[in-house]
């Protein structure tokens, strides 16, 4: 079954992937396609899984973005994908790409259950050892320039093939060239967004204002709306685990219940104790209202966000 499905945001790391894919089910002087589903129909792609190619007798065919659909709007399309994905063409490679798919969707239940889910871990600091082979680095090193990076693939090839460039007289790396030319990456969104709520729950204010503004990393009110949207997130799942803690689950129940990440689960279970429950529904409701409030009015989210941090 020539079936795949990628899920993952590091667009490098899904290319390598692909290729891997493309080499070992023997596709390699095949005709490739790519639909990007935020600038293309959906119909183009399945047109050409049912087309023959008259140029190639195999045909790798890519399907990119599909989390940016819903079954309901595109409902004919999808059936008629997941009807192909049932009695796939042996001559064609289909690869499905998503960045995030939720769980809970028709969408997603299908994609797992018909396609192979393609693993997309990588050994970041074998994966640097590999870049710079012929040069001298330090194992310190590597292990600072990982840190560096947060195990973001994409950056990590862009940093090194810097690095590589900037010392190749040299062939020798160190620590003083990892912090002089490699920019630190904030960590991720979703810790930052766990250490500003529990700064929100200690009444920290100072601090909350200053990883909100890690958070923005811009002044743009297209930013200050993604993060209601992910302090939004947090704080229901924190609600749905605190009910659920007065039942006595474990993490990996819970996780198990709510389609989520175990890890996920136990970070979050640090926060529900800061908070009552009364305390977490008025926030979501703050967040509620500053969303209406945003697509409303021509108050700055940013604005409407920090007002909630003093006011609290």
């Known amino acids: 079954m020539y079936n795949f499905l990628i899920e993952n945001e590091d667009f490098l790391l899904v290319e390598k992937k692909e290729e891997e894919l493309i080499k070992k089910n023997d596709f390699i002087n095949s005709l490739k396609s790519i639909y990007d589903l935020e600038e293309v129909s959906l119909a183009n792609a399945l047109e050409d899984l049912d087309t023959y190619s008259f140029l190639s ?25 997941f009807k192909y994905l049932d009695n796939p063409n042996s001559l064609n490679l289909l690869i499905i790409e998503a960045k995030k798919l ?32 012929g040069f001298n680095i330090g194992q310190d090193v590597i292990n600072l320039l990982n840190e560096y990076c947060l195990d973001d693939v994409s950056k990590l090839d862009n940093e090194c093939n810097k690095l590589i460039n900037y010392k190749w007289d040299e062939k ?18 979703r810790e930052l967004t766990f250490e500003f709520t529990k700064a929100l729950a200690s009444k920290d204010k100072s601090r909350a204002l200053i990883l909100f503004g890690k958070l923005l990393k811009t002044d743009d009110n297209a930013n200050a709306m993604g993060i209601i949207g992910l302090l939004a997130s947090q704080f229901r799942i924190m609600l749905q685990v605190k009910l659920l803690d007065e039942r006595k689950l474990t993490s990996k129940d819970i996780a198990h219940m709510l389609d989520e ?3 996920r689960i136990k970070k979050t279970r640090e926060l529900t104790s800061l908070y009552s429950e009364k305390e977490i529904r008025n926030l979501i409701i703050a967040l509620e209202d500053i969303d209406l409030q945003t697509k409303t009015t021509d108050t700055s989210p940013r604005s409407l966000i920090e007002m909630l941090i003093i006011n609290m």
């Open 172 to 189: 020798l790396i160190t620590k003083e060239d990892v912090i002089k030319l490699v920019p630190k990456k904030e960590r991720e969104s």
């Open 261 to 263: 990440n175990e890890y």
């Open 57 to 81: 007798s195999k045909k790798i065919i890519i399907i990119r973005n599909i989390e940016v659909l819903k079954y309901d709007e595109y409902k004919e399309s999808f059936d008629h994908l």
């Open 102 to 133: 939720d769980n809970k969707t028709k969408i997603s239940k299908e994609l797992k259950k018909k396609c192979n889910i393609i693993k997309t871990e990588i050994n970041t600091k074998s994966y640097i050892k590999q870049k710079f082979r």
